[in-house]
């Protein structure tokens, strides 16, 4: 599919052009909680930032990531909190809303690179923010606290390389603080200034 925007250059002319576009987080309904473990968080959200770069793009803005029990939002905000992107997924369907368009699909994954051209693996990405990997990981290596630091996560076209850099405490549990993702020439970059888990009020 022919891509139709190049995201940094969204990122300059959504900060001039579009300054009253900017909407609300989408867990007014929610409030947030402590946990023991990250797997008892049915809901979190994430504040922080991504740096991607690839062959053909590349791109630095702040991220936000709303997950829930049926599925994620995405979004990617310029530093004035102006909207440059919405990828949402739930019950079987996905929908991204960016440059004042509207797209569909089954796929969000598939959806988000046909449109944009940005590569990210948005299924695995919620497991690992929260510093969990899946049952078909391969971990690689452990830090010197006993927590997985590397491991490779099987992909149909090309496996992803997953490193946890770093961690932190927040809402009474240890998640990544900065995490690197990489295949071929795909380079994701991804840090957490906040991760709250929540529960609805």
């Known amino acids: 599919m022919q891509r139709f925007f190049k995201i940094h250059y ?5 900060s001039i052009l579009f300054l009253n576009a900017c909407t609300s987080l989408p867990t007014q309904e929610y409030q947030p909680i402590e946990v023991a473990h990250t797997q008892e968080a049915d809901n ?28 994620n939002e995405l979004r990617l905000t310029t ?25 569909h699909d089954n796929n969000p994954q598939a959806l988000l690179e046909g449109v944009s051209g940005i590569t990210i693996p948005f299924a ?13 990981d391969k971990i690689i290596s452990y830090n010197a606290t006993g927590q997985v630091q590397q491991f490779i ?34 380079q994701i970059k991804i840090q957490t200034n906040l991760w709250q888990a929540l529960t609805p009020k």
């Open 124 to 136: 695995d990405i919620p497991l690992w923010l929260t510093g969990q990997i899946g049952s078909n």
């Open 153 to 186: 996560s099987p992909d149909n076209e090309a496996d992803w390389q997953v490193s946890f850099m770093s961690w932190q405490q927040q809402s009474g549990v240890l998640v990544p603080k900065q995490v690197k993702i990489v295949r071929k020439d795909v």
């Open 10 to 14: 969204l990122v300059i002319t959504a």
């Open 44 to 71: 979190w959200e994430l504040q922080g930032k991504i740096a991607f770069k690839s062959s053909t793009d590349k791109f630095s803005t702040n991220l936000y990531w709303f997950h829930h029990i049926k599925g």
């Open 79 to 103: 530093p004035l909190g102006t909207n440059v992107l919405t990828l949402k997924n739930g019950q079987g369907v996905a929908t991204l809303e960016v440059d004042g368009k509207t797209y």
